[in-house]
């Protein structure tokens, strides 16, 4: 439970960078895709600290950080299908954003507790 538990108030920090980085470009101007790339970029950077130190109270690796790059570039994958898709549904892209996110935020705890910090 105290692994959640940090691993949901990491994810508020980095969801607010994330998001912010996100719903900034898209008020600027940028398409949906480039907007989340950087958002979830800036969150990826802070995320990889906050879990391996913070979460899961393991120390900074080359083996964990391949692994981790690993679950962020497949969970990424799953939230642009998911970003797609529901921008294809007619949904607003807000919205669509925040609806890719709980996919990734989801895949990325399981992928990150039983693959990457075991």
């Known amino acids: 439970m105290k ?3 940090r ?3 990491s994810g508020l920090f980095n969801a607010f960078i994330g998001y912010s980085v996100i719903f900034l ?8 895709n480039i907007s989340n790339f ?3 970029l800036s969150g990826t950077i802070i995320s990889y600290f906050m879990s391996t130190l913070f979460v899961f109270e393991n120390k900074l690796s080359k083996s964990n950080m ?3 790059i690993i679950v962020i570039i497949f969970s990424y994958i799953l939230n642009l ?3 797609n ?3 294809y549904l007619s949904v607003n892209n807000y919205l669509a954003q925040i609806v890719s996110g709980v996919i990734f935020t989801v895949s990325n705890f399981i992928l990150q507790k039983y693959f990457v910090y075991r």
Not at 25 to 32: A, I
Request: proline fraction near 0%.
């Open 66 to 68: 391949i692994k981790f």
């Open 38 to 40: 950087f958002g979830y």
């Open 85 to 87: 898709y529901v921008i």
């Open 81 to 83: 299908f998911t970003l």
């Open 25 to 32: 470009l898209l008020y600027l101007g940028y398409e949906d």
């Open 7 to 9: 691993f949901f108030l």
């Open 3 to 5: 692994v959640l538990r």
